[in-house]
């Protein structure tokens, strides 16, 4: 089983969910766990009874709101003493609690999600000042202009802090009309790729071939050209 974190401050949800719905349509088990302060899962995931803590199926994907640990996630599940029925779980952290109850620190590859604004850099900053441990991160930015200067101002404000960074980045457009998109996806409860950006896809694929490692650019294609097609 493959763990994945995407550390921030900065709105995650659509993006991780989008990575996990091309995951499952390549036939991977997903659970996506939403373990962050606002919770926002809870609100643009559909559920039919949500509780405290609960895992719910959206698109083929388990989607976990309210849990600590992945333990927590074995008591609900009725599984204490076996292995979560995943493939692969993509946590969703904003503290350094919830960093530290789900390993993160063990997990196979980390992300930090950060747009350019004050609020999403400064409690990201926040964030990383509080890992205690060295950690190795890939930047995924989003970005109006992706210019090397933001870069740059992230890096000077990470200084000194427990972080490798990853030599390259990630970016996602911050207009691009991809917000629009995302926002109707919400609205209709479906995950649709269509309509998004080509460099929107462009990062989604490359992302969720770092995940996947031994696929092929094309396939992860293949996969989201059937999710556009509805199939």
């Given amino acids: 089983m493959k763990k994945i974190g995407f550390i921030g401050a900065f709105d995650k ?5 989008n990575i996990a719905k091309i ?12 373990s962050t302060i606002m919770q926002k899962a809870k609100y643009i995931v559909p559920a039919i009874n949500p509780t405290l803590a609960y895992i719910t199926d959206f698109e083929d994907i388990d989607v976990a709101v309210g849990f600590s640990n992945i333990e927590d996630i074995k008591g609900y599940l009725g599984l ?28 196979n590859k980390n992300y930090f999600v950060t747009a350019f604004d004050l609020y999403s850099l400064k409690k990201g ?40 960074w990853s030599e390259y980045r990630i970016y996602f457009p911050i207009e691009n009309g991809d917000a629009s998109v995302l926002a109707e996806n919400q609205r209709v409860a479906k995950i649709k790729l269509k309509k998004l950006s080509a460099q929107y896809k462009d990062s989604l694929i490359f992302i969720v071939g770092e995940i996947l490692k031994d696929v092929s650019e094309g396939q992860i294609r293949k996969a989201v050209k059937i999710i556009e097609r509805g199939v």
């Fill in 23 to 34: 995951l499952t349509t390549m036939n991977h088990r997903v659970l996506m766990v939403d």
């Fill in 125 to 164: 900053m926040e964030i990383l000042s509080t890992i205690p441990q060295t950690m190795s991160l890939t930047k995924i930015l989003y970005s109006k202009d992706m210019i090397k200067e933001e870069d740059d101002y992230l890096n000077s404000l990470s200084m000194g802090y427990k972080v490798i």
């Fill in 13 to 17: 949800t659509d993006m991780m969910l």
């Fill in 80 to 107: 204490e003493n076996e292995d979560l029925p995943y493939d692969i779980i993509l946590v969703d952290a904003d503290t350094a609690e919830k960093i530290e109850g789900f390993q993160l620190m063990e997990a």
